[in-house]
């Protein structure tokens, strides 16, 4: 009899610890987020420019492991989804209602305010007379404005689902002047010349960026948790699966670069809206992932000193220039 109750109380004991252990994994509690100790250098790994989409607008430049510059909007609106950091220390940032292009001073050069109902989430610069943005809505759209006279001189118009702020976050220019559009609500990746002809369409669920490589192919991230680099034709040749990573919870990517060693920087955005950080427990804003995938940096800077914040994009300084003359069709 005595043993028959030990046996039945172990057994209760067995399931109430089973359900404790897939409550506390449900909710994030037990599961450690990055490792207590990173791979690289820290902060002094990289000199770099920052921003990332957050309840504030901030943006970064860090040398030698500490912020050199920062850009902290309190009065404006929305949330800073792209950001190009230029040669002559000009920042030109689409901040959701938005766009925006200030110097090394923060004067404010030139600036768009999205029409009511509608989201702007990302821009580039042509040249220095033009910007050409997408602008979510009913329609979304590709727009060229000129910044001198404020001018829109070429628009087209862009498939899309219903609502507005989860359509397209990232586009960016070709090195042949066409377009590339991640659509995040129809799962896919277009390009696009400047009247709007579609000339390549690939599958990528949840779409978040899209970028072109110098070999041609287009390297793109995915709310689903992967990266992937892929031909023009779909073929992916590099494919990095997130939630197969030990020791690392990198839940939103967003952005992703291929550095001149042949890594790639992914960052890994954290959303203050439904989540609330936990410094004794935070994840890393960014990882440094070789060919082979194994992870050689990672950054966590959650406090201050150098509190980033959430991250959209890391932009290595000794590659600034690489998103300048770029031209879009005839425009340049």
């Known amino acids: 009899m005595k043993n028959k109750l ?13 359900i404790g252990k897939q409550t506390m994994a449900q909710t994030g509690i037990s599961h450690i987020l990055a490792p207590k100790v990173l791979p690289g250098k820290g902060l002094k790994q990289f000199d770099f420019f920052y921003a990332g989409e957050a309840k504030s607008r901030n943006m970064y430049i ?4 500490k ?3 920062s850009y902290i909007d309190t009065l404006g609106r929305g949330e800073i989804s792209d950001a190009i950091l230029m040669k002559n220390g000009n920042v030109l940032f689409a901040h959701q ?4 292009l200030i110097n090394s001073n923060k004067k404010v050069l030139w600036k768009y305010n999205t029409p009511e109902g509608f989201e702007t989430h990302t821009a580039q610069l042509i040249g220095k007379t033009h910007v050409v943005f997408v602008q979510n809505g009913n329609p979304a759209k590709v727009l060229v404005m000129n910044i001198n006279s404020n001018k ?34 129809l799962g896919k990746v277009c390009e696009y010349n400047i009247n ?4 390549l369409s690939l599958n990528v669920p949840s779409v978040w960026s899209a970028v072109q490589l110098k070999n041609g192919n287009i390297l793109v991230t995915s709310n689903n948790r992967f990266v992937r680099e892929i ?13 197969e990573i030990r020791d690392y919870k990198v839940s939103s990517p967003q952005l992703a670069t291929r550095l001149p060693n042949g890594n790639t920087l992914i960052n890994n955005w954290f959303n203050q809206w439904d989540s609330k950080l936990d410094p004794e427990n935070a994840p890393v804003q960014a990882i440094e992932v070789t060919p082979a995938k194994k992870i050689v940096w990672a950054l966590r ?11 959209t994009t890391i932009q290595l300084l000794k590659d600034i220039g690489s998103l300048e003359k770029f031209h879009f069709g005839e425009i340049r």
Do not use: C
């Open 6 to 18: 030990q046996l039945k109380f172990m057994l209760i004991l067995a399931l109430m610890i089973g």
């Open 301 to 311: 800077s959650w406090a201050a000193p150098v509190n980033l914040g959430p991250s």
């Open 196 to 199: 709007g002809k579609e000339l």
């Open 97 to 100: 209602y938005g766009i925006t």
């Open 62 to 65: 860090v040398r030698g492991g």
């Open 67 to 69: 912020i050199t510059w």
């Open 152 to 185: 829109i001189e070429k628009e087209f118009k862009l498939p899309f689902k219903s609502g507005t702020h989860g359509q397209i976050r990232h586009a960016r220019l070709t090195k042949e002047g066409t377009i590339l559009v991640a659509h995040m609500d």
């Open 231 to 243: 031909t023009r034709s779909g073929t992916i040749v590099w494919e990095y699966i997130l939630d």
